[in-house]
């Protein structure tokens, strides 16, 4: 175990934020965690766990000891005709390994194609997109305990999947509450890809591409190649512009609220869910709210997707979090909703 002093963090955030880790260390097992845990002046410090970066706001320079997590590898674990099991490394890069995947012949991941980050922040995030989430293709984890240095395994319903959302988001209030915010790293993460393989196309704009393409049975590949073509179409590289991806979830409402704003605005996009409610395109509210393109310091709005939020050039943190809370005063002023961000402000 190597103890970095004073590392810049602006490479290891996707906004590009400049920042510095006080001290930093590397996780490549679970051993580099149990050697932090028997240093005694680093056993109660303070632990912030750092992935790809993809889903954080930094605000200034972290002063909780960061663990870096890298932990590699990718194999399969067993083929059945009820699906295959893969495991992943948590600091595997996810669209990477999405790739992988495919080309292994083992597909259910396509859906879920060039989301930014690393393996083990699909469950913390529960991530989805068209029409497919993380829980949906999840079979179970490994973590460690930051005060312990026991490793734990986890299934779905341990995990508390919630839209973009589990207990790893959480912190536990009191003694015997199962939040693990703060107290465990993600090693490995495991997916089940069932099997017989069947395409996910509810989602709008794959459904246009069906037309555009004239493909009514597309592959698995086929599928992959347009949810990147879409999401690059979308969401700025964040190599190149700096951002988190969607930074504000889809808020959900009941029929009776939504009938109220379709009322007043009758172009509203929104979606009905499973369970009664109805899921509103959070990007459309902002968009109405006129902030598409617009800036706050060297934060903004991005021009193609109203729901990004970049970094057009030496933005802080700061400049950041009042751009959103900004954006959340005017759509819940105009709409009575109150936009959740998804990124986590350090």
């Keep these: 175990m190597i103890v970095e002093p004073n590392v810049s963090l602006a490479a290891h955030n996707s906004f590009g934020i400049v920042a510095k880790a006080r001290a930093l260390v590397r996780v490549r097992s679970e051993d580099d965690v149990r050697a932090v845990l028997r240093e005694p002046k680093l056993h109660d410090e303070p632990k912030f766990v ?15 000891l960061v663990l870096k997590v890298e932990v590699a590898g990718k194999r399969v674990l067993s083929d059945t005709a009820r699906g ?23 597909p259910g991941l396509e859906n879920l194609a060039l989301i930014p980050g690393t393996v083990g ?25 930051l005060h312990t240095g ?21 912190y536990a209030a009191k003694e015997g509450d199962f939040g693990l915010a703060g107290r465990a790293l993600v090693l490995r993460v ?72 379709i009322a007043r ?10 369970d009664g409610t109805v899921k509103l395109a959070a990007g459309w509210l902002i968009d109405a709210c006129g902030w598409k393109g617009k800036s706050v310091g060297n934060a903004g709005v991005y021009e193609k997707q109203a729901l990004v939020l970049v970094n ?21 002023e105009r709409f009575g909703i109150r936009l959740e961000p998804e990124p986590v402000v350090v």
């Design 150 to 170: 026991q490793v734990f395994t986890l299934d779905a319903g341990q995990c508390a999947f919630r839209y973009r959302d589990s207990v790893f988001k959480h």
């Design 265 to 274: 605005e009758p172009n509203i996009v929104h979606y009905p869910m499973p």
């Design 121 to 145: 922040a699909t469950p913390v995030q529960n991530v989805g997109a068209y029409g497919v989430e993380l829980q949906d293709r999840f079979e179970s984890l490994d973590a460690i305990d």
């Design 50 to 64: 750092l992935g790809g970066g993809s889903n954080i706001v930094l605000t200034g320079d972290v002063k909780p």
């Design 190 to 261: 495991r997916y089940l890809l069932p099997k017989p393989w069947k395409p996910v196309l509810d989602y709008l704009d794959l459904q246009r591409k069906i037309k555009e393409t004239g493909i009514a049975e597309p592959t698995p590949k086929q599928i992959y190649d347009w949810v990147c073509q879409i999401r690059s179409g979308k969401l700025p590289d964040p190599k190149v512009i700096g951002n988190a991806g969607s930074f504000f979830k889809n808020p959900t409402v009941t029929p009776e609220q939504c009938q109220d704003i």
């Design 84 to 106: 295959t099991v893969i495991e992943a490394g948590a600091g595997e890069n996810w669209h990477e390994f999405v790739t992988w995947t495919l080309e292994q012949g083992f």
């Design 312 to 332: 057009r050039g030496g933005a802080t943190g700061g400049e950041v979090v009042t751009l959103a809370r900004a954006i959340q005063t005017s759509v819940y």
